[in-house]
C-alpha cells in the first residue's frame, strides 16, 4: 500500500539502459537514481537550457513592449534550430553546453513572443480558445520524440537530431514567408 520500490544494478557487461526500476513515486525516486549515477558533465548539459531560459526570461521581464515580435519569433525558431543542429555535431563539451543554453533561451523566448502576439492580436471573445489551441504543441512533443526516436534507431542519433533542426529551421525560416506571399494575392 505505501511506496513500494524496487531497484537492481545492471549485471557486469550490461549497459545502465538495462536497470530495472518501479515505484508508486516514480518521478522523485528516479530523479535521485539517475543523478546519483550522472557524471558531472552530464549535469551540466541537463541544466544548460534551464539556465538559458532564466537569463532570457530576465531579459524578457525587463523589456515590456518589445518592436518587431514577429520578426523577433521567426529569429528565435531559427537560432533555436541552428543551435539544435550545432550541438548534435558539436563534438566539444563546452560548446555543447553553451548551444544548450541557446536552445533554452530560444524555447523560452519563443513561448512569450508566441504568446504575446496571441493575446495582442486575438479578440478578446477568442482569448480563451486561442490560448487553449497554443498549448496543444505540448502533446505534439511527445509525438516529435517518438518520430525522432524511431529514425535514431535507424540511422546515427546526431544524423537525426542535426536532420530535425535542419527541418525545423526551413519550416520556421520559410513558413513567414510563405503566409505573406497569401496574404498579399
Known amino acids: 500500500m505505501g511506496n513500494h520500490s524496487s531497484y537492481s544494478d545492471p549485471v557486469e ?8 526500476f518501479s515505484d508508486n513515486c516514480t518521478n522523485l525516486t528516479l530523479l535521485t537514481v539517475l543523478s546519483s549515477d550522472m557524471s558531472r558533465c552530464q549535469c551540466l548539459l541537463v541544466s544548460a537550457p534551464g539556465f538559458g531560459a ?3 526570461s530576465f531579459f524578457l521581464s525587463t523589456h515590456t513592449r518589445l518592436k518587431g515580435m514577429r520578426r523577433l519569433l521567426v529569429a528565435a525558431s531559427v537560432i533555436y534550430a541552428s543551435a539544435i543542429f550545432l550541438f548534435a555535431i558539436s563534438p ?7 548551444l544548450l543554453a541557446v536552445v533554452g533561451s530560444m524555447q523560452m523566448s519563443y513561448r512569450v513572443l508566441a504568446r504575446a502576439i496571441i493575446q495582442e492580436e486575438c479578440p ?10 497554443f498549448f496543444l504543441d505540448r502533446g505534439f512533443g511527445s509525438l516529435g520524440a517518438v518520430v525522432l526516436g524511431s529514425i535514431g534507431a535507424i540511422v546515427p542519433v546526431p544524423v537525426a537530431v542535426a536532420g530535425s533542426a535542419l527541418l525545423c529551421g526551413l519550416v520556421s525560416w ?12
Open 13 to 20: 557487461g550490461e549497459d545502465a539502459s538495462s536497470i530495472t
Open 124 to 133: 478578446d471573445y477568442l482569448l480563451g480558445r486561442a490560448m487553449s489551441l
Open 54 to 56: 532564466e537569463a532570457i
Open 92 to 98: 566539444f563539451m563546452i560548446l555543447s553546453v553553451i
Open 174 to 185: 520559410l513558413l513567414p514567408r510563405t503566409a505573406v506571399s497569401r496574404a498579399s494575392l
